[in-house]
């Protein structure tokens, strides 16, 4: 490209630039009250208190099963959990009752193989006992509480297609 080309198109550039800045209205800057910033309404200077939670009291077997939140999600608690804790590298009381391979009715609920397989260093082979990265329940699993969310939620997960499976209900 010539010299002259250059010029010519970074003449229109500025032309450009020009009528746009020319257009343009200036518009006042309205400066947003700071009780409507963020996520909790309210001064920035105040240290909001949340409201007291109580959690579950219900005893292993009282509830029943809940539903999952989504497809995939792991399953919540549906009983107390304060008296099986700490878990420790040497004990796990979730794994103790946890720990069966099948279920009848009013049982728990058997441990799924995924919790048996360890990810990292043998992904294709289901072992004898729980894999490390899974020991501790309640990093995944949450023990419910009688909290209200701190701020609205809309999440929604559209159904999974399986094999097989019509992804939509037939008209």
């Known amino acids: 490209m010539t010299a002259t080309g250059r010029g010519r198109i970074l ?5 450009a630039l ?7 209205q200036d518009e006042p800057s309205v400066a947003i009250p700071e009780e409507e910033l963020g996520f909790a309404k309210g001064s920035v200077f105040e240290v909001p208190v949340p409201p007291p939670v109580s959690p579950e009291s219900s005893d ?12 995939g999600s792991p399953p919540r608690v549906p009983h107390a959990v304060a008296d099986f804790l700490p878990i420790t590298r040497d004990d796990n009381l979730c794994v103790d009752c946890h720990g069966i391979t099948e279920a009848d009715e009013g049982d728990p609920t058997p441990i ?3 919790h048996y ?10 072992g004898e006992s729980v894999a490390g990265a899974r020991w501790v329940c309640l990093s995944c699993h949450v023990p419910l509480t009688g909290a209200e969310p701190p701020v609205g939620n809309r999440f929604a997960v559209a159904p999974t297609p399986r094999a097989g499976v019509p992804a939509t209900d037939p008209p």
């Not at 003449?11 to 032309?15: C, N, S, T």
């Not at 397989?117 to 082979?125: E, F, G, M, N, S």
């Open 117 to 126: 397989t360890d990810l990292r260093r043998a992904p294709d082979r289901v």
């Open 60 to 71: 292993p077997g009282e509830e029943a099963r809940l539903a999952p939140d989504y497809d």
């Open 18 to 24: 020009l009528a746009a800045l020319a257009t343009a």
């Open 112 to 114: 799924p193989p995924s």
């Open 11 to 15: 003449a229109a550039a500025a032309l």
